[in-house]
């Protein structure tokens, strides 16, 4: 469904030229689960911006079933590390922003967000402003932001990784509850080897600046998975010290 042929990423700095990926080959299935871990600076930010059509490549191209690649659509979100969330909305009200920017059907769609704020345990707050909200809260609202209008491709950008472990651990589990009753095509980094291994049906591992392909990693782990139970799986175990030895080694 997503195809990454060739794909080079330069950007000029004053320093000279900096590529940031190079020569990079990636298939995506429909409603697949990827996970992408590398180094920092391996360009995994700029390959989900290149994915999101917010940046082109150099070279090679992308393209969503067949199609390149050239600017936003709006079957495919972005989800970042911070929630940014309007200040003088509740949650509900930035959950229904997407869907008044579109000028969506309101009814059904207030519905649909409401069902979502509950899904992820925020049943209580709908009426709350993000002052109000923990950052795992106002992450989740960012979440349901991102699913309310059912996206095709869901990118995400280290989405948890300001968050404290607990709710990091309990947020990627919802995420997997969500994955799993309503899969969409995932692209999800993260600096975490354990929740790559909870969350996707694949891990690409990323080589350090330029960023290409150092291995793809598939885990065959029957859903839903969970950490303590993860922890002692075999395979599992394999699968997180075979990724750990890449990132190291690399
Ligand atoms: N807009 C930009 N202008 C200049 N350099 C950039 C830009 N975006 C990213 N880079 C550089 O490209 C490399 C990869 O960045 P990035 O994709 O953000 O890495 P990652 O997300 O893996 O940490 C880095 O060296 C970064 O400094
Ligand atoms: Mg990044």
């Known amino acids: ?37 590398g180094r920092s600076g391996c360009g995994k930010s700029t390959l989900l911006r290149l994915m999101a059509g917010l940046l082109a490549p150099t070279a090679g191209t992308v393209t969503i079933d067949g199609a390149a690649v050239t600017r936003p659509r709006q079957d495919v979100v972005l989800m970042h590390q911070l929630p940014a969330l309007l200040p003088w909305r509740t ?28 899904s992820v345990g925020l049943a209580g707050f709908h009426q709350r402003h993000p002052y109000e909200l923990s950052g795992g809260m106002q992450q989740r609202v960012a979440l349901c932001r991102a699913l309310i209008q059912r996206p ?24 997997q509850a969500m994955h799993m009753s309503a899969p969409a095509t995932t692209v999800f980094v993260t600096h975490s080897i354990p929740e790559a291994v909870l969350l996707a049906d694949r891990v690409v591992v990323l080589s350090t600046r330029p960023g290409r392909v ?36 690399n």
Do not use: K, Y
Not at 157 to 174: H, K
Not at 222 to 241: L, Q
């Open 1 to 37: 469904m997503i195809r990454l042929a060739g794909v080079s990423r330069t950007f000029a700095s004053r320093d000279g030229d900096v590529t940031a990926l190079r020569d990079l080959d990636l298939d995506i299935a429909e409603d697949q689960f990827v996970a992408v871990v």
């Open 91 to 118: 949650a509900l009200g930035n959950v229904m922003l997407p869907v008044e920017i579109r000028r969506l059907p309101r009814a059904e769609h207030q519905a649909r967000a409401a069902e979502l704020l509950d």
């Open 152 to 175: 095709r491709v869901l990118l995400m950008d280290e989405p948890f990784s300001a968050l404290d472990a607990l709710t990091r651990e309990e947020l990627a589990t919802q995420l």
């Open 214 to 249: 150092l291995r793809v990693v598939d885990v065959d782990l029957p859903r839903p998975r969970s950490f303590g139970h993860n922890a002692h799986v075999a395979r599992a175990a394999e699968h997180i010290a075979e990724l750990h030895d890449l990132l190291i080694e």
